[in-house]
């Protein structure tokens, strides 16, 4: 058995999307009479987030979550040169009273209440679609680090949380998430309804929070239940401006919904459970098939041991960096035919195989937001230049007459064996020159993915281009290196201070 399986209760494995069709006819009733009436899925997360312990970080989750906080924290120091970050900000200094108490990326001196501060830093982290993706898709880290980041801020000098034990709450955030998602057969797939880190990511940053304010199990059941009434939102605001807000909100909500439940609101005893007639979290999901959480010391082993993070390395939506790899091959093909530079008149023909995803299938993008959602923008951008890179997306860049006209040239082709699927998916560019030459290239698993994850190095080089604008670079050295070693610290002002 393996451990995706062994920290699930009962024989089916719910973390293989494949399996779920023949737990779909499992009805609530049946469950129950397996286990005592306390024994839900509800209660179970509860008693799972309040106690799990250190301990229970393999090296490897350690290794690896810490690798997603550097990440998270350099995406969302880029993000907040945006606009969309400087609007958060501004809706948040004008229309609430101040609250010196929690950091704020990118601007010294300014301090929000923690749940507003949750919000703009999650902004910032998603405010250039820059941040981490897991399988099943979503934004796993910028729903949970700002709200990890805002609490410590807020509890006192004598209680602040230990490096080790910030980390467990931060990966308890990310568990949570992956384990509601691999319950649907639906959730493996590129989303169609809803946004998925506006569904999980408020139940990942409450169970963050609520591990972090070491609620009791009652509490931590209710505190995912609350979030779970501040979850949800439509896929229709990709690629705008409030796509950004998505990540912000799950945040703060679920920070508030941890709040909240540690001053003794309650909510549903079975969101997370399936019961027929009465919709709890299976209304985002209509294929959702819970199962309860085994405690930690039953053996439960975190996804993120079995499953790395995928790490961008430009920004925008994850698909792109399949067709942008296989685009780039291309480019290097035809320097190499001609005379050492290529021209968008060379080209007669662009074809582009790609899964069938509406959202991401933009001809003729308008603003940086709708071109990082463009499979036709980020191939041909690839196939001009070598490469994608943040400058892509600036007016300059977007506005060029010869990228233009590589636009003009292209086709989509949705084949078959190419499914909406951030694990199954490939890209295929396809140039057919003037000539009459045909030059291919493909990608199957890009330089980032959690099959191929980006090395240290790399990553911290993502890092320190992310930060040097906005923080010096002794300041950008220290966090790297208070990160890397975070699980020794007694206490977390090492981090939060680099970061006022």
Not at 367 to 394: K, M
């Amino acid at each position: 058995m393996n451990s995706h399986s062994r920290g699930l209760k009962g024989g089916l494995a719910a973390t293989s999307c494949s399996k779920l069709e023949m737990q779909k006819h499992i009805g609530f009733s049946a469950v129950l009479k397996h286990r005592p009436q306390e024994e839900t899925v509800t209660a179970s997360f509860g008693r799972f987030i309040n106690e799990v312990k250190p301990q229970h970080l393999s090296p490897v989750v350690l290794q690896r979550s810490k690798r997603m906080v550097l990440d998270s924290i350099g995406v969302g120091l880029i993000g907040s040169t945006t606009d969309v970050f400087e609007l958060a900000l501004q809706h948040c200094q004008h229309m609430y009273a101040a609250d010196y108490i929690s950091s704020v990326y990118g601007r010294s001196g300014v301090r929000l209440s923690p749940t507003l501060a949750a919000f703009v830093n999650g902004v910032a982290t998603h405010s250039m679609d820059f941040d981490d993706t897991w399988h099943p898709a979503t934004h796993p880290s910028g729903a949970v680090l700002p709200a990890v980041l805002a609490l410590s801020d807020m509890m006192p000098a004598s209680r602040k949380p230990s490096g080790l034990d910030f980390l467990l709450a931060f990966n308890v955030g990310i568990e949570i998430q992956g384990r509601l998602m691999r319950f649907s057969n639906e959730a493996c797939n590129i989303p169609k309804r809803f946004h998925p880190p506006t569904v999980v990511g408020p139940m990942g940053s409450a169970a963050a929070c609520a591990r972090l304010l070491s609620l009791d199990p009652s509490q931590c059941s209710h505190a995912l239940a609350i979030a779970a009434s501040l979850a949800g939102a439509p896929m229709a605001n990709a690629a705008t401006q409030s796509k950004p807000l998505h990540i912000g909100n799950a945040s703060r909500l679920g920070l508030e919904a941890a709040l909240l439940a540690s001053r003794g609101l309650e909510a549903s005893p079975l969101v997370l459970d399936a019961v027929a007639g009465v919709a709890g979290f299976n209304a985002f999901y209509e294929d959702y098939v819970p199962q309860s959480l085994d405690t930690p010391n039953d053996g439960h082993a975190f996804l993120l041991e079995e499953q790395d993070m995928g790490f961008k390395r430009f920004p925008a939506h994850l698909g792109m960096h399949w067709v942008a790899d296989a685009a780039a091959s291309v480019h290097k093909l035809l320097v190499g035919v001609g005379p050492g530079k290529f021209w968008s008149d060379q080209v007669q023909d662009i074809l582009l195989r790609v899964p069938r995803s509406k959202y991401i299938n933009r001809p003729f993008p308008e603003s940086e937001h709708e071109a990082r959602h463009s499979f036709q923008f980020n191939a041909c951008s690839a196939l001009l230049d070598g490469e994608v890179t943040v400058q892509s997306f600036t007016p300059w860049a977007m506005s060029r007459p010869e990228l233009h006209a590589l636009l003009d040239r292209v086709r989509l082709e949705h084949p078959h064996d190419n499914p909406a699927n951030f694990n199954q998916m490939y890209g295929e560019v396809q140039v057919t020159l003037v000539g009459g030459d045909i030059l291919k290239g493909r990608c199957d698993t890009f330089y980032g993915h959690w099959r191929n994850p980006l090395t240290s190095e790399s990553l911290r080089k993502k890092f320190r281009s992310n930060a040097e604008l906005v923080l010096p670079s002794e300041k950008i050295e220290r966090l790297i290196e208070v990160v890397e070693k975070l699980e020794k610290f007694e206490d977390c002002n090492d981090l939060l201070s680099q970061l006022h």
